[in-house]
C-alpha cells in the first residue's frame, strides 16, 4: 500500500493560542495540496514547547508559566474543532501534539485525528521528563494505547523522552505500528563545556538517534516532528542570554524506513518547512523478515511485558 506521509519542522506561535491554531490549520491545508495522507505534529506545537523550564527557575518562569497555562489547548474546545474540521477538509489522518488544559491542570497530549475529522484516540505522556514535571501531568493507563487502525495503515504517536522507555517502545510494536509519529520539542547541539555542564543525550542529534532506533527495532516508519526556535522568540521564552539554546535552530526532523533508513533530505536545524516521502507499507516486510520484534524474534516463554490497561481515578463513588 502507497502512503505519502509528512513530518513537520517548524516554530510555534509562541504562548498564542489563537495564532497556532491558525498556523497549525495552515500546515494542514499546505499539506494537503501537497497530497499529503498521513501529517506528524512536534510535542507539544501548541503553544509551543517553553525551554525556559530548564534554563530558569520555576520562581523566574511564573509570568512565562501564567500565560502558556492561558494559550493550552482544551480537547473539547472550538480551537480543536477548528483543527478537526481542517482535517476533515484535507482528507488525511494527522497526529497532533499539544499542551493540553484540563480544568486547572496541563497534560502532554498527543490527539490522534482521523480523515473523517474526528478524534479517534487521545493520549498523554505518561511520564513528563525531569523539569517538565513542575508543569505537566502524568498520563493514565489509557495513554498506554498508542496505535490506531486507519485506511493509510497502523498509526502510532509517542511524545520526545518516550520513545527511551524500551517497554512503553515494545508494547507499541505489540500493537502492530506500521507509521509511527515521534513528535518532539526543539532540540540544539551540545552547549560549550567551559559555559554550561551539558548531557548528550539532551541534543538534537542524540533524540534523532533514538527516533532511528525504533524503526530499526520496531521495524516501522517513523515521522519524526520538531520545532524551531528564532532569535526573536529567545525573549518570550524566558531564554535570553542562555548557553544552550542556540538559535536559528533546534530542527531535527526526518523520516525513517523500516530498517532504519533515512527516506528524504534533511531541513537545517533553523529552518522551517513539511519533510514528506512516498512510502510503500509492504516494504515493513523486508525488515521483518529479518527481525520481528514481538514475533518470530521474541521468547515470550523467557521475557514477557505486563501491563496493567486500567486508569486510575482520582475519586471512586461508593456504592
Known amino acids: 500500500m502507497q502512503v505519502r506521509v509528512a513530518a513537520v519542522q517548524a ?27 498521513v501529517l506528524g505534529f512536534p510535542e507539544v506545537w501548541i503553544p509551543g514547547y517553553p525551554w525556559g523550564i530548564w534554563t530558569t527557575s520555576v520562581i523566574g518562569n511564573v509570568p512565562m508559566i ?3 497555562m492561558a494559550n493550552s489547548l482544551v480537547r473539547d474546545s472550538p480551537q ?14 494527522v497526529v497532533l501534539g499539544y499542551s493540553e488544559r484540563d480544568g486547572a491542570s496541563l ?42 487502525p486507519s485506511k493509510f495503515g497502523r498509526i502510532g504517536g509517542l511524545n520526545c523522552w518516550e520513545h527511551l522507555q524500551p517497554l512503553l517502545r515494545y ?39 533514538a527516533s532511528q532506533f525504533m524503526a530499526i527495532e520496531g521495524q516501522t516508519f517513523v515521522l519524526v516532528a520538531t520545532q524551531i526556535l528564532t532569535e526573536e522568540n529567545l525573549e518570550k521564552n524566558n531564554l535570553t542570554g542562555n ?26 536545524t533553523g529552518e522551517e518547512g513539511v519533510l514528506i516521502a512516498d512510502i510503500n507499507l509492504r516494504d515493513i516486510d523486508y525488515a521483518k523478515t529479518f527481525i520481528d520484534t514481538v514475533g518470530h524474534y521474541a521468547r515470550p516463554d523467557l521475557l514477557s511485558l505486563l501491563v496493567n490497561p486500567v486508569a486510575a481515578k482520582h475519586v471512586t463513588l461508593m456504592k
Open 80 to 93: 480543536m474543532r477548528r483543527i478537526q474540521t481542517a482535517v476533515k477538509e484535507a482528507g488525511m489522518f
Open 171 to 209: 508494547y507499541e510494536y505489540s500493537q502492530g505500528v506500521q507509521i509511527h509519529v515521534a513528535s518532539w520539542p526543539p532540540e540544539f547541539e551540545m552547549p560549550d563545556p567551559k559555559k554550561i555542564a551539558w548531557q548528550y543525550h539532551e541534543t538534537g542529534e542524540a533524540s534523532y538517534r
Open 107 to 148: 497534560y502532554m497530549a498527543q490527539s490522534f485525528i482521523s480523515p473523517e475529522g474526528e478524534i479517534v484516540h487521545h493520549r498523554r505522556k505518561i511520564k513528563p521528563t525531569h523539569v517538565e514535571r513542575t508543569l505537566w501531568g502524568d498520563g493514565q493507563a489509557d495513554s498506554l494505547t498508542c496505535v490506531v
Open 11 to 37: 516554530e510555534p506561535v509562541w504562548l498564542n493560542l489563537s495564532g497556532s491554531v491558525d498556523k497549525t490549520i495552515a500546515l494542514i491545508q499546505q499539506s494537503a495540496k501537497d497530497g499529503v495522507q
Open 243 to 268: 548557553p544552550v539554546t542556540k538559535t536559528p535552530g533546534g530542527g531535527f526532523s526526518m523520516i525513517f524506513g523500516p530498517d532504519g533508513k533515512p527516506l528524504c533530505e534533511p531541513l537545517d
Open 66 to 68: 501564567h500565560e502558556y
